[in-house]
């Protein structure tokens, strides 16, 4: 759980997020401040503490005489982990995982070859390491263990990209990741080829091939987006 998820104010964000990312609030409904205090049996000040956090959010406006109004869908941070996090636990999954699953593969192949030009030694070899973990991790279901390799193995792609926009997405792709596992949109054990891919890849970004990098990272989100078709279409 993040910082901003603990605490009293943690407790009603884990509700009232989620109730509003599924549409159990529409945009335009106002909440009473007071009646949710109520509700969550905590205090003003908690539930002043959540409402702030949910406008950093851009999921809730307050207006004075007015409320706190649920604000459109077009105008969420659909960047923030914890909005991701909330909407692919909801009946938003598949639309979500698609979103997020494009966005990758629009991003992630551009990053992976600027990491074949640009990657420090250090990074080349977590990238190496994080990859004999996803081949240690792949067989037996062990998906947890191999997520936190797959991870791993993707925040330094973009991070060794050089480029801080790329590198602040890896959170993104972590929480893409993540909720594919824990949600059961993976097999009970990684597809063979798409393991195999990565491993590549470290190779290649370690000899400096940015067009290899770039074509290998293409066909392991295009992978990604076919597993999608059967697991949550």
Known sequence: MTTRGRGLHGHVLESLGPAITAGDYPPGSVLRTDELAQRFEVS????REAV???????????????GVTVRPKSEWNVYDPQVIRWRLAGADRPHQLRSLTVLRSAIEPVAAGLAARHAT???CAELTECALGMVATS??????????HDVAFHRVILKASG??????LGDVVAE???GRTHHDVMFEDPDPAAV?????LAEAVRGGDAARAEE????ITVGALQELDVLAP
Not at 52 to 66: A, K
Not at 139 to 148: F, K
Request: proline share 2%; aromatic share 6%; charged share 30%.
């Open 196 to 200: 195999t891919l990565h491993v590549q």
């Open 44 to 47: 003003r000040s908690v539930m």
């Open 176 to 178: 893409v990741l993540s």
């Open 52 to 66: 702030r956090v949910l406008e950093s959010m851009y999921l809730v406006e307050s207006r004075r005489r007015v």
């Open 139 to 148: 067989r037996g279901h062990q998906l947890e263990g191999y997520l936190v």
């Open 216 to 219: 290998l990272t293409r066909e």
């Open 163 to 168: 480029n801080e926009m790329f590198a602040r």
């Open 121 to 123: 030694p250090e990074q």
